[in-house]
Nanobody, 114 residues
């Protein structure tokens, strides 16, 4: 069983920054892919960013140049640095890990005020 615990969400003004953290209950190097998804009210969950065990990254077009995903294998933690936040970034952000199957955290709420 894998547990993922997100933290770092909160309320921020447009243009501000937040850093989300996802702490895993096991060595994250064993995960093929880890990522961040988000779900806004009334919308489907969407991929924000992902990082492979080899360090390759990919981003949604809407966050390219503003968000950065990174990993600290020693701390079993994946981060999402979010800069230049916009009101449309408001959502619950979920951590995801693939280890045979998909594992999800419970999510952390990010609210960006205009």
């Amino acid at each position: 069983q894998v547990q993922l615990v997100e933290s770092g969400g909160g309320l921020v003004q447009a243009g501000g920054s937040l850093r989300l953290s996802c702490a895993a209950s096991r060595n994250i190097f064993t995960f093929n892919v880890m990522g961040w998804y988000r779900q806004a009210p009334g919308k489907q969950r969407e991929l924000v960013a992902r990082i492979t065990s080899g360090g390759s990254t990919a981003y949604a077009d809407s966050v390219k140049g503003r968000f950065t995903i990174s990993r600290d294998n020693a701390k079993n933690t994946v981060y999402l640095q979010m800069n230049s936040l916009k009101p449309e970034d408001t959502a619950v952000y979920y951590c995801n890990a693939i280890y045979g199957i998909n594992y999800w955290g419970e999510g952390t709420l990010v609210t960006v005020s205009s």
